[in-house]
């Protein structure tokens, strides 16, 4: 007896995903579910024993605490009409924590918290935080909020769970990762791998958008005839794609595109490379390591037990583009190895990252007393 609440089901971001995927392994027996969310990009969507609720969102700055007040009402019908038990809140964004009626627990799902997208929780600075001093402030007090209204928190990553302790939270904290649906991300293959190097996700600066762009310019010096593609969009898409328009002969930028596209890049790639300095835990990792490919990534915590050195990926010192190029072409250069951690990353996948598992995971925290 749950709801879950978060404005933008119908989005193509992680969180939206990792969600979808949640409800679409539910196991038979689960208990009843109701999603509180958005009608903006509303698709037809059913789930066996969800229920989703939508509630308008306008266009407007103040609709998202319009949305948030109405969920509030939803979620106090629901309790006291003896529905639910528990409030599943998903952030960021944070102002619908703000409203959640104070009687019903609490399960924060806490995909990432501005301490770390920031860039504040690293002791070195990797990337300008897009927020100002007063901003962080103010978010940073809207976080202590929802966590001092929270009885458990779930984070996807250790680091995720050291966030949440640096803001002093002191009830329960479990670590359950995200996960990609292995039957829907299963490799082809058929098809022709035309793309050596694959970037996929968000383009901007905490994913290390500008480290992107250096990395491309030394794998084209490397390899003049390196074929790269570049998925996704993001704040810093223009700078990046005005960057490498003179390269437009080795790489290809898709922009935005659909969730179940993604599928047909991965089928068509040798190798995932992300330079990205924060994360959940990234969801186009997982997803590519479904697919079988060989990842090749930076060494930081959030990938601790997904991409492990020689067996799943490879891990290169944060900002060493020289190391980065090397092992990216020696990768290539090496179908044998290729094709040992792409086999390796599917496996650890299919065992531990599977959202049938997953899905039991994040219910068992809803049956322990609050």
Sequence with gaps: MIAIVYPQFYGVGGIARYLDSFLANLPAD???????????????????????????????RLSLV??????????????????????????????????????????????????????????????????????????AWMEYRIFSRTQKVITLTEQGRQEVLAYEFKNAITVIPNGADTALFTPDTSVDKDIDVLFCGRIELRKGSRSMVEL??????????????????????????DKLLPHANNIWLTGKVSFLET??????SKVY????????????????????????????????????EGHTGVLVTPNDYAAM???????????????MLGQHGRALLEAEYHWAKLAKDVLRVFETPD
């Design 273 to 308: 490379v992300s330079t990205s300095y924060y994360e959940g835990l990234p969801g186009t990792c997982l997803e590519a390591m479904a697919m079988g490919l060989p990842v090749v990534v930076w060494d930081f915590l959030f990938y601790r037990g997904l991409v492990v």
């Design 66 to 139: 319009v949305w948030s007040w109405q969920a509030r009402k939803q979620l106090m019908h629901l309790y006291q009409a003896g529905k639910i038990k528990w409030v599943n809140l998903h952030f960021p964004p944070l102002i619908p924590g703000l409203f959640l009626p104070k009687d019903i627990p609490v399960v924060l799902t806490a995909h990432t918290t501005y301490l770390g997208m920031s860039g504040k929780f690293y002791t070195t600075k990797h990337f300008d935080s897009q927020w100002g001093k007063y901003s962080l402030a103010i978010k």
């Design 216 to 241: 491309c310019l030394q794998l084209i010096t490397n390899k003049p005839d390196i074929r790269i593609a570049i998925v996704g969009y993001g704040d810093d898409y223009a700078w990046v794609k």
């Design 325 to 339: 190029t090397q092992k990216t072409l020696a990768l290539l250069a090496n179908p044998q190895q290729m094709s």
């Design 30 to 60: 689960h208990p009843p579910i109701y999603l509180i969310t958005g009608d903006e990009h509303q698709t037809a969507r059913h789930y066996a024993g969800v229920e989703i609720i939508h509630l308008p969102l306008a266009a407007h």
């Design 263 to 268: 599928v047909s890049y991965y089928n068509r």
